[in-house]
């Protein structure tokens, strides 16, 4: 069975592992290109978009996918529904880890996007710690008041930047000792995030919660209307129960 695996997250890296030599799979791994060196995979894969939906469509017939499997990030919302159109009659599975979910003695501050976290930050200056990718941040240059601490996989562009930042480029999973020593060093009265989920960057919400510092976090867009599961079994499992040997379903060329 030939399967397309949308990627960038670490479900997916965990599912192309699974799927490397396994005969009955066929797999192929794309990813969007987002960070500049991904790690190297065991299984064929690509970097870089597909030009849009009818792109896609085109990709799927001629590579004559029989399988989607959708396991790119949980904001990755334009993605998904490309895919939910291109595809066809081709079965496709989104694979979605669960949100995160407060503890007591959480103290989250929920918001719809990041100009209202950036508002939600006030007016007091702070030192505050950016874990939220790239494409978010500039929406923070209309507070140039604080002090950001940004971390990500790549530096960011600087025209994206507000004026007072700190640049720290790490690849997780991040330990929680780590993370407690990275608030406590740099003094860091606020984190702002995004609901991704996961175990990789969680400890962050752990040490915020043991030293009382509050976290804006960014909800989840609504859920797309397609078949889900929440972990790598649950796509092995959906994977293995459409194996079968049949023909390829190719998608139509038309919307």
């Given amino acids: 069975m030939r399967v397309l695996l949308l990627g960038g997250t670490t479900e997916a890296s965990a599912l192309a592992r699974l799927l490397a030599g396994d005969e009955r799979f066929e797999p192929i791994l794309s990813l969007a290109g987002v960070t500049r060196a991904p790690r190297p995979q065991p299984i064929p894969w690509r970097i870089g978009g597909f030009g849009g939906v009818e792109g896609l469509r085109r990709y799927l017939r001629e590579q004559r996918i029989e399988a989607v499997i959708d396991a790119t990030h949980p904001f990755a919302t334009q993605m998904t529904r490309n895919v939910m159109a291109a595809v066809g009659g081709i079965p496709l599975l989104r694979l979605e880890r669960p ?40 929406a923070f240059r209309k507070c140039p008041w604080h002090h950001y601490i940004i971390r990500s996989v790549d530096p960011p562009d600087v025209g994206s930047l507000p004026p007072d930042v700190e640049i720290i480029t790490a690849t997780g999973p991040f330990a929680l000792e780590a993370e407690r020593a990275l608030l406590q060093d740099r003094g860091v009265q606020a984190i702002v995030t995004k609901n991704s989920g996961g175990s990789a960057t969680a400890a962050k919400l752990v040490a915020a919660r043991e030293m009382g510092i509050p976290v ?8 797309v209307a397609v078949e889900m599961v929440g972990d790598v079994d649950g796509a092995m499992a959906w994977l293995m129960a459409r194996q079968g040997g049949a023909a390829p379903l190719e998608p139509p060329l038309g919307g």
């Fill in 99 to 138: 949100a995160w979910t407060p503890s007591p003695g959480d103290d989250w501050r929920m918001v719809p996007d990041m100009a209202a976290a950036a508002h939600s930050l006030g007016p007091a200056p702070l030192r505050v710690l950016l874990t939220i990718g790239q494409k978010e941040l500039a």
């Fill in 216 to 223: 804006v976090m960014m909800q989840r867009p609504p859920a």
